[in-house]
Structure formats: C-alpha cells, structure tokens
C-alpha cells in the first residue's frame, strides 16, 4: 500500500482519499471485500464496512502537518 503512487500522491496532496488505499489493499494478493474494510487517516475514520465516513476537512489538513502519516487498515477478515 506504501508503494502505490496513487496512494503517494493522496499523501503528498493533503487528502484523506481513502478509495487510493482500499485499491491498493486490494491488489496485495490477499482476501478482499470492499464491504469489510475500515480505513482511518491519522486516526480519523474515513471508512467503515467500504463507505465513506464523514470528516471535518479542516481538521484533516492541520493533522496531516505531522511529520509522518499513519494509515490503518483493517480488511474485516478475522485475526
């Protein structure tokens, strides 16, 4: 996921876009389904069960001022 340039570029823009990551995860080789997915940026959700959570953009770009930027997935497929 850390490779994907589209996920770089989200990164490097400032945007929580978590759609560049669910495609990213899906395409690691591991049992995917979209529906299952929560995402978060920087400990912001932004995805639950593959839907968009609503976020305060403002919020979004002062946290994404820090120097490193934590993206967490959790693919809903057990342990």
Request: glycine share 10%; proline share 5%; hydrophobic share 45%.
């Amino acid at each position: 996921i850390a490779n994907s340039p589209l996920v770089k570029t989200a990164i490097f823009g400032h945007d929580a876009n978590w759609g560049r990551v669910a495609m990213a995860a899906g395409k690691c080789g591991v049992a995917f389904d979209q529906s299952h997915v929560d995402i978060d940026f920087l400990g912001v959700p932004v995805c639950r069960a593959g839907l968009t959570v609503p976020m305060d953009e403002d919020d979004m770009l002062r946290r994404f001022e820090a120097p490193e930027v934590t993206i967490t997935v959790d693919l809903g497929m057990g342990e």
